[in-house]
């Protein structure tokens, strides 16, 4: 069993609104609403691709309710704690015409101490089934930055593979628990490290940097695919992975779409060669659909063969 959480989980509305201008007053041509949260698009992908995940985290109010429902329309397998405050709702607005997309994110809820208790009595409980956990999304107010630190170091004493994407102090923290797997984007990383990328020279460096700070293994998602150093020991390895990028419905969630498929492929037990590109495969095929987490498995199948995966030796100096 997979196991995704979601500290965060939204209603997420995308909107398409053609020649999209601030200041004026538009028409959608096209919408969707689902559940949300980086946790909960990651277990809406891998029912796709057909693996076994149960989605918790945290919901609350009318909004929560809805969140749960809708999980319950798409048979997803959920078991969140339930909060006082009401959860949050969220907007992406998708500009057909030129491929643009703004996103508009509430904050979310306060959430008490004890209710995260609850919550993590909850996870440890679900845990004991799982193989996999994905630490995913934001951290509502009220809660601790090092909270991903403290699930990753209880899953840890269960053997429970974590793989964490979150960004700012709450990854920072988390990387100090040692997870097995970071994958941020490039945003998210260049701030975990505390500078920008440039080149691939900087890239590089900063995959290192990630695994200084505590990551087992380091995954940085791009545009174009991902640049990981991934394995253990002799067999730790450097990729760059990419495909020519597919001319976009919408690329809302493609990053949740591509941590997916790599949690599906190794699952699977694939090699961690195989799992990039999958999970590049799934991300890019995530595009021609509207709606985060989405995704077609059949398709994603067939796009890898338009994954191009370089590997190269790992620099000196990194563990």
Same mark, same amino acid.
């Given at each position: 069993?997979?196991?995704?959480?979601?500290?965060?989980?939204?209603?997420?509305?995308?909107?398409?609104?053609?020649?999209? +201008?601030? &200041?004026?007053?538009?028409?959608? !041509?096209? *919408?969707?609403? !689902?559940?949300? &949260?980086?946790?909960? %698009?990651?277990?809406?992908?891998? @029912?796709?691709?057909?693996r076994p995940v149960i989605a918790?985290?945290?919901?609350?109010?009318?909004?929560?309710?809805?969140?749960?429902?809708?999980?319950? #329309?798409?048979?997803?397998? %959920?078991? /969140?704690?339930?909060?006082?405050?009401?959860?949050?709702?969220?907007?992406?607005?998708?500009?057909?015409?030129?491929?643009?997309? =703004? #996103?508009? %994110?509430?904050?979310?809820?306060?959430?008490?101490? #004890?209710?995260?208790?609850?919550?993590?009595? @909850?996870?440890?409980?679900?845990?004991?089934?799982?193989?996999?956990?994905?630490?995913?999304g934001s951290v509502p107010p009220? !809660?601790?930055?090092?909270?991903?630190?403290?699930?990753?170091?209880?899953?840890?004493?269960?053997?429970?593979? =974590?793989?964490?994407?979150?960004?700012?102090?709450?990854?920072?923290?988390?990387?100090?628990? %040692?997870?097995?797997?970071?994958?941020?984007?490039?945003?998210?990383?260049?701030?975990?490290?505390?500078?920008?990328?440039?080149?691939?020279?900087?890239?590089?460096?900063?995959?290192?940097?990630?695994?200084?700070?505590?990551?087992?293994?380091?995954?940085?998602?791009?545009?174009? &695919?991902?640049?990981?150093?991934?394995?253990?020991?002799?067999?730790?390895? +450097?990729?760059?992975? *990419?495909?020519?990028?597919?001319?976009?419905? *919408?690329? !809302?969630?493609?990053?949740?779409? /591509?941590?997916?498929?790599?949690?599906?492929?190794?699952?699977?037990?694939?090699?961690?060669?195989?799992?990039?590109?999958?999970?590049?495969?799934?991300?890019?095929?995530?595009?021609?659909?509207?709606?985060?987490? =989405?995704?077609?498995?059949?398709?994603?199948?067939?796009?890898?063969?338009?994954?191009?995966?370089?590997?190269?030796?790992?620099?000196?100096?990194?563990?």
């Amino acid at each position: 069993m997979i196991l995704t959480v979601t500290l965060n989980a939204a209603i997420d509305r995308t909107v398409a609104v053609p020649n999209f +201008r601030l &200041g004026q007053r538009h028409r959608a !041509v096209e *919408s969707r609403t !689902v559940a949300g &949260g980086k946790g909960v %698009n990651v277990a809406r992908a891998l @029912k796709l691709l057909g693996r076994p995940v149960i989605a918790t985290g945290l919901a609350g109010g009318p909004t929560g309710t809805r969140i749960l429902e809708r999980l319950a #329309e798409e048979a997803i397998l %959920n078991d /969140f704690t339930r909060i006082h405050g009401d959860s949050r709702t969220n907007l992406a607005v998708v500009d057909p015409t030129s491929n643009e997309q =703004t #996103e508009i %994110n509430e904050r979310g809820p306060e959430v008490s101490a #004890e209710e995260i208790d609850r919550f993590v009595e @909850k996870l440890l409980y679900l845990a004991q089934g799982a193989r996999i956990c994905v630490l995913a999304g934001s951290v509502p107010p009220g !809660v601790e930055p090092d909270v991903y630190a403290r699930l990753t170091q209880a899953l840890r004493g269960l053997g429970v593979v =974590t793989i964490l994407d979150t960004d700012g102090e709450s990854m920072r923290a988390g990387l100090r628990a %040692n997870p097995d797997v970071v994958a941020p984007n490039q945003s998210e990383a260049e701030e975990a490290v505390g500078h920008e990328f440039n080149d691939t020279d900087d890239r590089d460096a900063g995959l290192a940097a990630l695994i200084e700070m505590g990551a087992g293994e380091a995954i940085i998602t791009l545009p174009s &695919g991902c640049a990981a150093i991934v394995g253990k020991g002799p067999e730790r390895r +450097r990729y760059e992975v *990419s495909i020519e990028p597919l001319d976009p419905v *919408s690329t !809302v969630g493609s990053g949740d779409a /591509f941590l997916a498929g790599y949690v599906a492929a190794r699952y699977e037990g694939a090699s961690p060669r195989d799992c990039l590109a999958f999970g590049v495969a799934c991300g890019a095929e995530s595009t021609q659909h509207f709606g985060a987490g =989405t995704l077609d498995r059949r398709e994603a199948e067939r796009l890898l063969n338009r994954v191009e995966v370089r590997e190269s030796d790992v620099a000196a100096g990194v563990a």
